[in-house]
């Protein structure tokens, strides 16, 4: 899956443990979730079409189960930031280009 800068940057930041001066894209809409009582569950990136990748957001509000399509650079970054897990459907193994048993490989979490 290739990403752009920004998108890096923004998965990068909370994995390098580096706490900006002001609060990115994403840590803003963790901090608003978390002020109206929303919680993010998981990430599972679903697909794999014409070499655009899909994937959904899973997220509680007052018990009730949400989802949202999102891109998978940006879900991952919720989830880092989240701590919780990131997930990818078999048929998105299957569909992408990567060789069995290649870091990313079917089956493997990322």
Known sequence: MGI?????????V???NIT??????HDLF????????VQVTKVVITDLRNNTY????????????MELDSRPSDAIALAIRAKVPVFA???????????PGSPGGPGERI
């Open 20 to 25: 900006p001066p002001r609060p990115l894209t």
């Open 54 to 65: 899909y994937a959904t957001v899973y997220l509680t509000a007052g018990g009730a189960p």
């Open 30 to 37: 963790l901090t608003l979730f978390g002020r109206l009582k």
């Open 14 to 16: 909370p994995l390098e």
């Open 89 to 99: 459907e078999e048929r998105v193994f299957e569909k992408s280009d990567r060789p």
């Open 4 to 12: 752009g800068a920004a998108e890096a940057t923004a998965i990068a």
